[in-house]
């Protein structure tokens, strides 16, 4: 299926610490936790997909902090904000992804998984937390591909929805570049590619000099 698509709640302080950093030896500085690596749980089909984009060269998996990450940048970890996709402390209940870029086709891959805290119809993903994570991997592509941007308009079509616990594949591009606006296309197809869950277009903005992109 992935050739197919190739081709065409806080808990305690201590617990939160735990969490969002990585083992290090004692007296070291503790290095903060890539959440774009596999956990316990990830599905089956996550799993598979993340280990066939991890053989194929022509994609990158990108890092994933829970704090302010840019591309090519350390993470800045002040222990005030979130990054509101990795707002939670508790692998599985909210938003599981993983994003992959390929450089020289202007495009994201996201392997996205909604947990039972994502919940808007009984049993299925909430249409805010699906605009959420397609806004991500479309900036994320963007932003690797034309730096950093912001987004003015995103249209998003909902064709099926998308299942608690599902496995479904954001496949996010760039279209066209005209001088700071920057267009893009997503569809959001399930894993096996059978299903068409989501279409979107995007417009995103490059601030000028010395705007936002100074402060990012």
């Given at each position: 299926?992935?050739y197919?698509?190739?081709r065409g709640?806080?808990?305690?302080?201590?617990?939160?610490?735990?969490?969002r950093f990585?083992?290090?030896?004692?007296?070291?500085?503790?290095?903060?936790?890539?959440?774009?690596?596999?956990?316990?749980?990830?599905?089956?089909?996550t799993k598979?997909?993340?280990?066939?984009?991890?053989?194929d060269?022509s994609w990158?998996?990108?890092?994933?902090?829970?704090?302010?990450?840019?591309?090519?940048?350390?993470?800045?970890?002040?222990?005030?904000t979130r990054?509101f996709?990795?707002n939670l402390?508790?692998?599985?209940?909210?938003?599981?992804?993983?994003?992959f870029y390929?450089?020289?086709?202007?495009?994201?891959?996201?392997?996205?998984?909604?947990?039972?805290?994502?919940?808007g119809?009984?049993?299925y993903?909430?249409?805010?937390?699906?605009?959420?994570i397609i806004?991500?991997?479309?900036?994320?592509?963007?932003?690797?591909?034309?730096?950093?941007?912001?987004?003015?308009?995103?249209?998003?079509?909902?064709?099926?929805?998308?299942?608690?616990g599902?496995?479904v594949?954001?496949d996010c591009?760039?279209?066209?570049?005209?001088?700071?606006?920057?267009y893009?296309?997503?569809?959001?197809?399930?894993?096996d590619?059978?299903?068409?869950?989501?279409?979107?277009?995007?417009?995103?903005?490059?601030p000028?000099?010395g705007g936002?992109k100074?402060?990012?």
């Open positions: 299926m992935l197919r698509i190739l709640h806080r808990t305690s302080a201590r617990a939160q610490s735990d969490r990585s083992a290090a030896p004692c007296c070291a500085k503790p290095e903060p936790r890539d959440y774009s690596l596999p956990n316990p749980t990830w599905s089956p089909d598979r997909l993340y280990e066939e984009l991890s053989r060269r990158r998996r990108l890092p994933s902090y829970d704090s302010h990450h840019r591309a090519g940048m350390s993470p800045e970890v002040d222990g005030k990054l996709t990795r402390d508790q692998d599985g209940v909210g938003f599981e992804y993983c994003i390929n450089e020289a086709e202007k495009r994201t891959l996201c392997i996205f998984q909604p947990g039972p805290y994502t919940e119809p009984k049993g993903t909430h249409g805010g937390c699906i605009a959420a806004d991500m991997t479309v900036g994320t592509v963007i932003e690797y591909s034309s730096g950093v941007s912001v987004t003015a308009n995103l249209n998003i079509n909902y064709r099926n929805p998308i299942p608690l599902a496995t594949l954001i591009r760039v279209e066209k570049v005209d001088g700071r606006k920057v893009s296309s997503c569809q959001v197809r399930s894993h590619d059978a299903v068409l869950h989501n279409e979107a277009t995007a417009l995103f903005i490059t000028k000099s936002l100074a402060k990012l």
